[in-house]
């Protein structure tokens, strides 16, 4: 699957110490997993000159306090606490100053964040989505990314997740209902 490296970017979703490091209050051996190939990508995309986002899953501890219905707290702990080691991308990741950081406080990255102005800004049509949980917000941004009018490819082997059926279901859904899915080996910038 090839890519115009012109309008595409690369979306590296909550590749934080909370979900991929065995530390984390939310560890997902999967997620650790999908590191190196997340770490591929990324260097594929930087030779190519295609922008890499980084999203960061942050969360005020009063977050939820007033919260009606929302509320992740409840259904998955504190978490990912703003400030604390949960919060930071991974050491195996490294964020450089060109990268762009999206820190977002629900699934979804494009919730409340600048990220959609930003992408269009620079013209990018293509989301290239890698990172973790397949299932929650991999498959929430690039939900929100194809009501946006924007192409989402999720890279099937690039993907953290907490049990296989959820990745599978992931791909499967954003597949048949808004995106494409790849295999890394098979994604070409040009």
């Not at 950081?101 to 990255?109: F, G, P, R, S």
């Not at 600048?114 to 917000?137: F, K, P, Q, S």
């Not at 498959?139 to 924007?150: I, K, N, P, Q, V």
């Amino acid at each position: 699957m090839r890519f115009d490296a012109s309008e595409t970017a690369v979306v590296a979703v909550d590749m934080q110490n909370g979900f991929c490091h065995p530390d984390g209050g939310l560890y997902a051996p999967a997620s650790e997993e999908a590191i190196e190939p997340v770490g591929d990508l990324i260097d594929r995309a930087r030779s190519a000159d295609v922008p890499v986002v980084y999203t960061r899953d942050v969360h005020p501890p009063e977050q939820f306090e007033d919260a009606h219905y929302y509320d992740e707290f409840d259904r998955w702990g504190e978490h990912v606490l703003e400030g604390s080691f949960e919060a930071e991308i991974v050491d195996e990741l490294e964020v450089r100053p060109e990268d762009h950081v999206v820190e977002k406080h629900t699934y979804d990255a494009f919730h409340r964040t600048e990220l959609g102005g930003w992408l269009e800004a620079r013209g990018i049509r293509d989301l290239v989505i890698c990172g973790t949980l397949a299932n929650v917000c991999v498959l929430h941004t690039a939900g929100s990314a194809g009501l946006r009018d924007l192409r989402p490819v999720l890279v099937e082997d690039a993907l953290g997740y907490i049990e296989e059926d959820h990745r599978e279901y992931a791909l499967e859904h954003a597949d048949w209902l808004f995106g494409e899915t790849v295999e890394l080996g098979n994604v070409a910038f040009e």
